[in-house]
């Protein structure tokens, strides 16, 4: 059974970094791309980071772009979210889900706020 | 970036109703390798969201045949056949032919 578990989260305040977590088993995550996408409260949906199967190549929106680095370690087929200088409007919940976005996490929220 | 504009539902729908949910986006989804690139998800209230269609018709593993995904390279329907209690939430297109990938801002379908 595929299965991605996103950890990691918490509240946090303004300017300060936070990493997420993705484990995934059931599939062979090296040979898949990983995607990000978070959701603000009674938002819709925002693609926020993918990164290619060996982690060679990695993409992301203006809206996150020099703040977040996405990674992946295929030993441990386990993704992650490095997201730095956290404003208020990053506040949403995380998915990440897989490449062909057929199975996502359930979620892990995030909370920026003094 | 290209933008996704989905239309409105005239919620609420009847049970066993069709249901026909629109998406339009602002540049051709076609690829050079002739495949449209538009995905749909429903997202049921308190839960992640579940891919329903890919290659803009190509139905996901496990997903009722009562869902079907249609459309040209810029202006796509997903159509609902006989709307069960299962099908409410929020209905999403999303873009993957290039970056930034892109979402519209969904479609609620409530049933009567």
């Known amino acids: 059974e595929v299965q991605l578990v996103e950890s990691g989260g918490g509240l946090v305040q303004p300017g300060s970094p936070l990493k997420l977590s993705c484990a995934a088993s059931?599939?062979?995550?090296?040979?898949?791309?990983l995607n990000w996408i978070r959701q603000a409260p009674g938002k819709g949906l925002e693609w926020v980071a993918s990164?290619?199967?060996?982690?060679?190549?990695?993409y992301y929106p203006d809206t996150v772009k020099g703040r977040f680095v996405v990674s992946k370690d295929n030993a441990k087929n386990t993704g992650y979210l490095q997201m730095n200088n956290l404003r208020s409007e990053d506040t949403a919940m995380y998915y990440c889900?897989?490449?062909?976005?057929?199975?996502w996490g359930q979620g892990v929220m995030v909370t920026v706020s003094s | 970036d290209i933008v996704m504009t989905q239309g409105v539902l005239p919620n609420p729908v009847p049970s066993g109703e069709s249901a026909s949910i629109t998406c339009r986006s602002s540049?051709?989804?076609?690829?050079?390798?002739?495949?449209?690139?538009l995905n749909w998800f429903l997202q049921r209230p308190g839960q992640s969201p579940q891919l329903l269609t890919y290659?803009?018709?190509t139905r996901a593993s496990g997903v009722s045949d009562r869902f079907s995904g249609s459309g040209s390279g810029t202006y796509f329907t997903l159509k609902i056949s006989r709307v069960r209690a299962e099908d409410a939430g929020v209905y999403y297109c999303?873009?993957?032919?290039?970056?930034?990938?892109?979402f519209g801002g969904g479609t609620k379908l409530e049933l009567k």
């Open positions: 889900a897989n490449g062909g976005y057929g199975y």
């Open positions: 059931g599939f062979t995550f090296s040979s898949n791309w």
């Open positions: 990164i290619n199967p060996d982690g060679s190549s990695t």
């Open positions: 540049k051709s989804l076609v690829y050079k390798d002739g495949k449209t690139y």
């Open positions: 290659w803009m018709s």
């Open positions: 999303q873009q993957v032919r290039e970056y930034p990938r892109t």
